[in-house]
């Protein structure tokens, strides 16, 4: 942010407050141009009302005049020939450099059409490397521009990834993607949602795959961020802003996750020195702002009572108020802004922590991050910093512990309702703890749609009508348990799949494969799969002579199908511990990371933007 734009925002806000438009007469005539005798007097007018030099006002409010006469021209255009006109500012974060470019497309026009002129103006060979923004969206190739809501003369931000990177971001987006998507599949072996003290949260699948797939994108951005690069951030928390969307509102509103996304969307425009998206930024702290006012108090009150004025939520609140005074800066709010990064100021100064206190910590062998929040829960006390590490592990494992027979309840009902209609795992705990059978359990809370109450009235008074309702077990397929124990699992997991999946085949292969405990154990088996189909899947005349002695020889070319379908499965399994690995790898063990945030640019930018609201 320099001098330079600090004047032209003071110049539009003044020009706005007098209705004064630089493209029409006195100031400009159409056949004339732009009167200069006009153009100075007015320069000197301003330039003492708002304390600027008359030569940099007058240089402000002609280059003002040049862009509401390129709009005006735009529009024409538009009118005339269907063609809109795009400002769009295209960054890089990595070198800290950005470039304004005008792009022309029409709006009946794909999102593809788009990608390929901007493609064309920055020299790029593939249009999908280029991901254009508008409104806090990634525009959609498949879609009319006029359908996403552009309008001539907008103004769009792009993302490339800097010189020659934009085929690396656009492939490492689209393999995190997947990566995601795979994990988020996974039936919660990889990835499983709990709070911040390490309760368990069961949803719906349908639900609880989408939020997982937009919580595991924002870990991800998160990672990027932690990094520094911003660019790559901001598209994936875009894509888990859209997954969240898809997502139940009423759960989204009861946890901080959607608000700290909005406030890292907003840190990320910021980062990347983007003020095209001003509207959205507004859009997105105010969601943020409302969240935190529900879950902490409206002026924050709630958490300060519980946990004190320098508890670790503070750095969150403390970025929301820095951003929002950068927002009203730019809006030429100036009182608003004054008020804001001088609360932002306070909070600063009271969560610093001191460097030799945490070097004490990590010397100790705690993480920077664990020992950083902790210091700033107990107001620098080292002594009192270690007491709330240990505090603060102890409460985690204990909810974890505890929470580990309902875990087991919440696996064994996915497995044994797979595709069928939900059933909530708290529900049937908790009935089961009451004494009730859990066939019995499961029936009536279908029947209820989960109401606990009409539950346990149906197994207080309808027991036995529920029992006699109960779908009929068929025993277990004798020729399928075969199959299973040749393919290397063992009998009693064999029993137990064909029982849960009652007799499919292929199901019961997926419950085995997802039972194994380490990529090791599933390894061992994929390689005894494929070896015993290559010991009897016949290749030539002389096939079956060869393997005359083996024991196996009778199978039948359906099961050495069946094994050929495992084998797939299998590989498809060991693709998923690949994918968690490459998740993984850049993620943090600590569930309390979000809150670390070192305010180190924090601090840089307020200074910066209080040094010019004095000028």
Known sequence: MSQIDNTFIKLRARLRERDIKLWEEPYYFDGVGSIESEMDHLARDLSGELGISTSDCRCALAELQDSALRKLAARREFNDTGLATFNVRCVDSKCGTWQMMEIKCSLSGLGSDLQKEVAKKLNLSDASHVKCISGGRIINGLRTLASQGLKTNQQLMVVVGGENKGQELHERIQRIRADVEIVANADHRFMKMEDQDGRPIFLPPDENRSLLMALGMYEIARAAMRKENYDEALLLLLEADELFSQCNSKFLEAVDNYALLNLDIVWCYLCLKNITQLPDAQRRLDICERSFHKSYGEQFNRLYAIRGTSCPERALIMRLHLLQGVLFFHQNRRDESYERLEEAAKALDELKVDDNALLT??????????????????????????????????????????????????????????????????SVFRLMEMGYERCLVVEALKRTKNNLERSVDLLQRHSDELRANLPAVPPIDESLLSTLLQLGFQAPSARAALETTENNFRKSVEFLLKSFVNESELLAVVEAMTKLLEDHRPSGSNRATSNSSTPFLNLSVSKLNFIESAIGMAKSEMESYNAFKRFNENLSDNSSNYLDLPLVQEEQILNEYRHLLER
Request: charged fraction near 40%.
């Open 361 to 426: 910590l990590v010397e100790m062998g705690f993480e920077e991050s664990d020992a950083r929040l902790a210091l700033r829960s107990s107001a620098g006390n080292v002594d009192r910093a270690l007491q709330f590490i240990q505090e603060r592990r102890e409460k985690v494992g204990e909810e974890r512990r505890n929470s580990a027979p309902l875990r087991k309840v919440n696996q064994e009902m996915r497995e044994a309702n797979s595709g069928r209609e939900w059933v909530d795992p708290r």
